[in-house]
């Protein structure tokens, strides 16, 4: 057995570790004692002698693989097996091109108190159920862009309730994806959409001096790193 070579890991508070492996989208959190022990093994047989329920984890999210296993190999070949596969039904949703910060580098033309229509809503749900009409799908992806799509989760909340009940009544799997600078992120919203498989990219644009530089508010006086990193560390504890 060997370790996943497509695999990261980041502090996520004083004494966890957030591990990613990026060949199947899983993760998990170790204490400092656990990750310290998976981080220094070199031999996989010798940490499962050490911890059998770590390696068992690690083994069962696919951090510690078959020593003949081809990573690469593995995801080529993924990548060319969802060219033909249309089981996935993805749809990206703009809420809003409405920002609350600013970002030298977006080449998105903000337009202030901009908001998705209810009609272009109601279009998005006939479009779904019209779409497996016609070529019957087992995954529902809705992802959600800006803007910043979180200024509009009234919106959100209306189209995940539909796709929600509209996959649970057809025996769908359902996805959720954001694409969001993670400064607006509140607890209740997190709550109302945390019984659905989610991904989210946020941005972190260096350190805090850096990133503040590049993400400020209007009046600047907002650190927006910390509210950043503190909303990235409540998303990982609402699991």
């Known amino acids: 057995m060997k370790k996943n070579f497509y695999q990261l890991n980041t502090k996520v508070d004083k004494d ?44 069962e999210h696919g951090f510690v693989i078959d020593e003949d296993f081809d990573e690469l190999s593995y ?26 910060l600013s970002c030298w580098y977006c080449y998105e033309k903000k337009q ?36 910043e799509p979180f200024l509009q989760f009234d919106a959100i909340k209306n189209l995940t309730d539909f796709a929600s009940d509209f996959c649970e009544k057809n025996k769908k799997s359902f996805i959720l994806d954001f694409t969001t600078n993670g400064s607006l992120i509140k ?17 972190l644009d260096g350190n805090r001096k850096q990133h503040n530089k590049i993400k400020f508010t209007k009046d600047r006086k907002l650190d927006t790193y910390q509210l950043t990193v503190n909303n990235i560390k409540k998303n990982i504890r609402n699991n």
Not at 135 to 145: D, E, G, M, T
Not at 194 to 202: E, G, L, R, T
């Open 187 to 203: 607890r209740s919203q997190l709550e109302t959409i945390s019984h659905f498989p989610c991904v989210f990219q946020i941005t």
């Open 112 to 147: 202030k108190k901009s908001a998705i229509h209810n009609d272009v809503i109601e279009g998005i749900k006939k479009n779904i159920i019209v779409h497996n009409e016609r070529s019957p799908f087992r995954v529902l992806k809705l992802s959600f862009f800006g803007g």
């Open 75 to 100: 995801i080529e070949f993924e990548k060319k097996k969802s060219k033909f596969d249309n089981s996935l039904y993805h749809i990206v949703v703009n809420p809003t091109l409405d920002c609350n």
């Open 16 to 59: 966890y570790y957030l591990h990613i492996n990026f060949m199947n989208n899983s993760h998990i959190i170790l204490n400092h004692e656990l990750h310290e022990m998976y981080a220094n093994a070199d031999n996989m047989e010798v940490l499962k002698i050490k911890n059998q329920m770590l390696y068992n984890s690690l083994v």
